[in-house]
């Protein structure tokens, strides 16, 4: 059973920073790409933030580059994603996510999200 858990989420104010964690179950983690995928409103798609391979290439959406950073920490089984000069748009509930890249970056596996909030 695979199984992704998601912390870090809260409330910042505009141009502030979070850092979210995903520990993922051993079995699986090392092998896989990775992901951060955020749904901004309810009814709306859940859009893809950030893919890391296996190992370590990655890719961002035009919205997040420069701001945010996707890593990963093999021996912790553990993927974050660095917000830095958050944005009242980036506000969204937030994924992490276990795939495999195919051309582009597939998500396979979800976690249950984790609230961000980004107001004054």
């Known amino acids: 059973q695979v199984q992704l858990v998601e912390s870090g989420g809260g409330l910042v104010q505009p141009g502030g920073s979070l850092r979210l964690s995903c520990a993922a179950s051993?079995?699986?983690?090392?092998?896989?790409?990775m992901g951060w995928y955020r749904r901004q409103a309810p009814g709306k798609e859940r859009e893809l933030v950030a893919a890391i391979t296996s190992g370590g290439n990655t890719n961002y959406a035009d919205s997040v580059k420069g701001r945010f950073t996707i890593s990963r920490d093999n021996a912790k089984n553990t993927v974050y994603l660095q917000m830095n000069n958050l944005k009242p748009e980036d506000t969204a509930v937030y994924y992490c996510?276990?795939?495999?890249?195919?051309?582009?970056?597939?998500?396979?596996?979800w976690g249950q999200g984790t609230q961000v909030t980004v107001s004054s």
């Open positions: 996510n276990a795939g495999y890249y195919s051309g582009s970056y597939n998500p396979v596996h």
């Open positions: 051993g079995s699986i983690f090392s092998r896989n790409a």
